[in-house]
T-cell receptor
């Protein structure tokens, strides 16, 4: 079956611009996660959705970052007034269960570059 | 304090030999799960193996096994019979029951398998 997909694969933008990153999870997975991975580091948690609602958004760095999942499937991560420090790979993951083994399956990521 | 510590930035192993990648963790939560992921140069995070804090036996998945020493708070990954395709970045991660579903990752170990 299809895995987690993310679009675009690469995004180059200018400082101050608005960007949207899209994630399409594995069909039937109710849990969806966004992580950010800076060069040479492990992924850092941003936000977690269970269904349509954001169950945990404590990892969002500031109010320029926002994410939605209106129909409980596709999610969009939105970044306003981008800064050079936002440059990173943004990873999306989904899982069937949030407890127990509940392994998260990751997409290929969107590489965001802010000039 | 770091929740996940991977002390080996880089490791080298000869093809067909076994290798151990170290991971120590820090939590006061009695219920937690430990995960290992592989990230090839293509960037996608691939789930390898899971160990629950209450599991009595060490987890195994094919050539991967997890050496879980709860009292020492270590969860080392053992890869047997290394293959050239095992060359990648390896991340240890933890999910704590009280922190919801988020994964906390270490900084990773770059494994190189030499022919």
């Amino acid at each position: 079956g299809a895995g987690v997909s993310q679009t675009p694969s690469n995004k180059v933008t200018e400082k101050g611009k608005y960007v949207e990153l899209r994630c399409d999870p594995i069909s039937g997975h109710t849990a969806l996660y966004w992580y950010r991975q800076s060069l040479g580091q492990g992924p850092e948690f941003l936000i977690y959705f269970q269904g349509t609602g954001a169950a945990d958004d404590s990892g969002l760095p500031n109010d320029r970052f926002f994410a939605v999942r209106p129909e409980g499937s596709v999610s969009t991560l939105k970044i306003q007034r981008t800064e050079r420090g936002d440059s990173a790979v943004y990873l999306c993951a989904s899982s069937r269960f949030r407890t127990g083994r509940g392994e998260q399956f990751f997409g290929p990521g969107t590489r965001l570059t802010v000039l | 304090a770091q929740k996940i510590t991977q002390t080996q930035p880089g490791m080298f192993v000869q093809e067909k030999e076994a290798v151990t990648l170290d991971c120590t963790y820090d939590t006061s939560d009695p219920s937690y799960g430990l995960f290992w992921y592989k990230q090839p140069s293509s960037g996608e995070m691939i789930f390898l193996i899971y160990q629950g804090s209450y599991d009595q036996q060490n987890a195994t998945e094919g050539r991967y096994s997890l050496n879980f020493q709860k009292a020492r708070k270590s969860a080392n990954l053992v890869i047997s019979a290394s293959q050239l395709g095992d060359s990648a970045m390896y991340f240890c991660a933890m999910r704590e029951e009280t922190s919801g579903s988020r994964l906390t990752f270490g900084e990773g170990t770059q494994l190189t398998v030499n022919p």
